[in-house]
């Protein structure tokens, strides 16, 4: 694994510039510090909370619920979106370059791990940074994307990252702050976001007692991102997978759905029978682009 040079950060407390203690190399990143002394200390497992202040309500992210979502990607069933994930990044990575990605709501971080693979393959210069509120996702996303930085922070706040300093965002079922991607993506660069389409996870749904997804968000998802984004273009991606109650119980907890059932409530409802259901996950890619470079 290549060690990275850290992106452009900015201390949450007062702006300015936020260094590494503790001397090159990724397992030697001890601390954050900036110039007026404030200074975030690395977790034993390796993220930085950038968490100040009382910040916005929020609902993290369970211990279970990460788990269920650790449990479940690491099965596969949603490798080809990490691929397409990829694929949307990789134009924007000029062989040789330096290249910095920040991946928003990494979760447990699965999606920028791949990411990264193929970043890596096209250029020796990249460094990585990796945002969510749920350090129980960050622990995970720190252990498997060790090169990436991993910040504690409520993606609702100004974000820790210098103007211009990223050369692609990810945001995969995870929150979006125009605003701020827009101030730290550099002028050419490009925002690939994920989102469910309608029927995603239907049979799921019908049995687990979760929201369906009834219409393409595609007009609340460029509205939300507008005047800052402009859509460049959009890749619909089908999965169709056969899940065991287990898988089902995982993939049902890990939404928001986990946020008001508990795992056992959700298996009850699935049932352990032993059967596989087939179960379509449909999702949308798009990418956009900053606004004033948009054709
Ligand atoms: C549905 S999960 C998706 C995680 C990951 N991108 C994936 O697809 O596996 C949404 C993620 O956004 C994070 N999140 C929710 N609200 C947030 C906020 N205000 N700031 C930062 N992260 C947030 C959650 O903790 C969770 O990890
Ligand atoms: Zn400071």
Redesign the pocket.
């Known amino acids: 694994m290549p060690s990275s040079p850290l992106p452009p950060l900015r201390c949450p407390v007062c702006g300015a510039a936020l260094n590494v203690r503790g001397g090159p190399g990724d397992a030697a990143r001890k601390a954050l510090v900036c110039g007026s002394g404030h200074g975030f200390d690395a977790a034993k497992q390796g993220y930085f909370n950038l968490l100040v202040g009382k910040g916005?309500v929020?609902e993290?992210?369970t211990a279970g619920m990460v788990a269920a979502?650790f449990a479940f990607?690491d099965g596969g069933h949603y490798r080809p979106l990490a691929d397409a994930v990829a694929a949307a990044v990789a134009p924007g990575i000029s062989p040789g370059e330096p290249f910095t990605v920040l991946d928003?709501?990494?979760?447990?971080g699965?999606?920028l791990r791949v990411v990264l693979d193929e970043v890596q393959r096209r250029t020796a210069s990249y460094a990585a940074v990796a945002?969510?509120?749920?350090k129980f996702?960050l622990r995970r996303a720190a252990r498997l994307n060790p090169e990436a930085i991993s910040l504690a922070?409520?993606?609702?706040q100004p974000l820790p990252v210098a103007d211009a300093a990223v050369d692609a965002i990810t945001v995969?079922?995870?929150?979006r702050n125009a605003a701020e991607f827009a101030r730290v993506l550099r002028p050419g660069g490009r925002l690939v976001v994920v989102t469910p389409r309608a029927g995603h996870l239907a049979a799921v749904a019908a049995q687990a007692g979760m929201l369906s997804i009834e219409d393409d968000k595609d007009a609340r998802l460029a509205e939300s991102l507008s005047p800052h984004f402009a859509a460049e273009s959009t890749r619909d991606l089908d999965i169709l997978m056969m899940l065991t109650p287990g898988e089902l119980a995982d993939l049902a907890f890990m939404?928001p759905a986990g946020h008001h059932l508990d795992r056992t409530a959700i298996a009850a409802k699935i049932g352990s029978g032993g059967v596989s259901t087939q179960v379509e996950a449909r999702f949308r890619i798009t990418v956009f682009r900053p606004a004033r470079s948009a054709p």
């Open positions: 916005t929020f993290a992210d979502r990607l928003s709501g990494t979760g447990t699965h999606y945002l969510d509120i749920s996702a922070c409520d993606v609702w995969i079922f995870a929150p939404g």
